[in-house]
């Protein structure tokens, strides 16, 4: 017999259908297969999973929208936008740039190989608009973040932050672009979330985790338990 989470569980992993469970399941371990026969192991996992996890808080619709009227009044010229679509999660976006580095560290150019099965795994997770969105926003900003993570002969905590500030307003406008033609498809006005406000906040939630994991990585420098110049 299946307990109730069982089935939350089995019916989460089969997202789209039922029936599609044994495909999914294989595929899942097909994946989990070839990231160990990369030589990727903990960071190599987390990676994979969370470009997809992100993808599906995005299609799930639970953002929050904050009325900004009062505060920006005046403020942008006239723009018309006065409330901020939110994602709660945006923060974890920003770890997704972070834990790329450390995968590259375990893994080197190989990361390119696991960034392809994290953005073939969207499509099934998520709302195909929001997977276009996001996997041309991943591409882009993901490539622009693993060539100067690459490139720069900057200290490790240096490079992570650097990497991380150049990548993620490249992601985010390619993001809330795509996400803002996904809205009007279904009637609403253009800008709702392609706008001045919602791209500053969406910056802030991402570089928050850069900074931190940076700075615990600097404090790990200082202290002779990592390489500055590791690769």
Sequence with gaps: MISDAGR?????????NSSDLPWVIAGLIATGGLIWALKGRV???IYVALIPFLN??????????ID?????????????????????LTVLTGL??????????????????????AIGWSFYYSWPVIAIASAAAF??????????????????STRILLSSAVASPVDTTVFLYGADLALQMNGDPA??????????????????G?????AAIRRREIRGEVDPGAA
Excluded at 71 to 87: D, E, K, M, P, R
Excluded at 96 to 117: K, W, Y
Excluded at 141 to 153: A, G, K, L, M
Excluded at 191 to 208: A, D, Q, R, S
Aim: glycine content about 8%; overall charge neutral.
């Design 68 to 88: 900004l009227s009062s505060a920006l009044s005046g403020l942008l010229g006239g723009q018309s936008a006065t409330a901020v679509i939110f994602q709660p």
């Design 210 to 214: 850069a900074v931190i994991v940076s």
């Design 139 to 156: 591409a882009i900003s993901e490539s622009v973040d693993w060539i100067i993570y690459t490139f720069t002969r900057y200290r490790l």
């Design 8 to 16: 939350e569980i089995l019916s989460a992993i089969a997202y789209r």
């Design 96 to 117: 997704v740039f972070v834990v790329r580095d450390f995968v590259q560290r375990e893994m080197g150019h190989r990361v390119l190989i696991l960034m392809a099965l």
């Design 191 to 208: 800008g709702t979330m392609l706008n001045v406000p919602n791209w500053i906040f969406f910056i802030l939630g991402k570089m928050i």
């Design 56 to 65: 599906w808080t995005f299609g799930r619709g639970d953002l929050l929208e």
């Design 43 to 45: 960071w190599a996992f």
